[in-house]
């Protein structure tokens, strides 16, 4: 393993003012930390260019690498179902990550590939990325799925388990990153809730189901507002 420092980053990687298009085949050349050197590719947000909605998870997980598509998973059929449920198509939203690269831990070739979570060098790394995609997007509406989405949007202050399901205002915290400020409309809120694979986790899966959908409805009375 190199040594880690705080000057890695994506942003060299990162092509200005491009369109999403774009934007997926520069990141699949991305060197902007140590992470491209695990999995099999780049795990780029998917969805129409002109989204209202975005929605952030943390990182590509074991599916999501082998496709290289987000949120296709088992997790991601839990947001498929939650947001059926609400009324919003997913073909209308765009999925992205914090990271791009799915960060694992492996005892051997041929074992399970065990996730673990992106740290702070690796998530403002790859924040370049995200703040691209919001500039092409300019969302109304921005969902930060669990704790490392949610730090990486709005600064490491920010507690999902506090502040879940409540609309704030973009950027949606003091210590938020300033390069989120006009990366999104200028009228755009943003919404937490958990990650769906928390769902899965839950030793009450029903009761956490509710609390994601309960969030994301939320999300989804914004833009009829």
């Not at 073909?91 to 992205?96: E, I, L, M, N, R």
């Not at 673990?116 to 990325?129: S, Y």
């Amino acid at each position: 393993m190199p040594d880690r420092t705080t000057t890695e980053t994506a942003a060299p990687y990162v092509p200005p003012g491009a369109r999403l298009a774009e934007l997926r085949d520069a990141a699949q050349h991305c060197r902007g930390c140590h992470l491209y050197r695990l999995g099999m590719q780049t795990g780029f947000g998917a969805g129409p260019e002109r989204a209202d909605v975005v929605m952030v998870g943390e990182q590509p997980g074991d599916v999501e690498d082998q496709r290289g598509a987000p949120f296709v998973g088992p997790a991601g059929k839990v947001l498929d179902r939650a947001l059926a449920e609400i009324g919003l198509d997913r073909s209308q939203v765009y999925v992205t990550n914090a990271v791009k690269h799915f960060k694992f831990a492996q005892s051997g070739p041929g074992k399970r590939r065990i996730h673990q979570t992106p740290d702070r060098i690796e998530i403002v790394a790859c924040r370049p990325w995200l703040v691209s995609e919001f500039a092409a997007l300019k969302p109304r509406v921005v969902v930060a799925l669990g704790a490392t989405a949610a730090k990486a949007l709005f600064g490491s202050s920010f507690r999902v388990t506090r502040q879940r399901g409540t609309v704030l205002p973009w950027p949606a915290s003091a210590d938020a990153p300033e390069d989120f400020a006009a990366s999104a409309d200028g009228d755009a809120v943003a919404i937490a809730t958990i990650h769906p694979s928390a769902v899965l986790r839950s030793d009450d899966r029903d009761a956490a189901y509710a609390g994601l959908v309960a969030d994301l409805r939320v999300a989804a009375n914004e833009l009829t507002t």
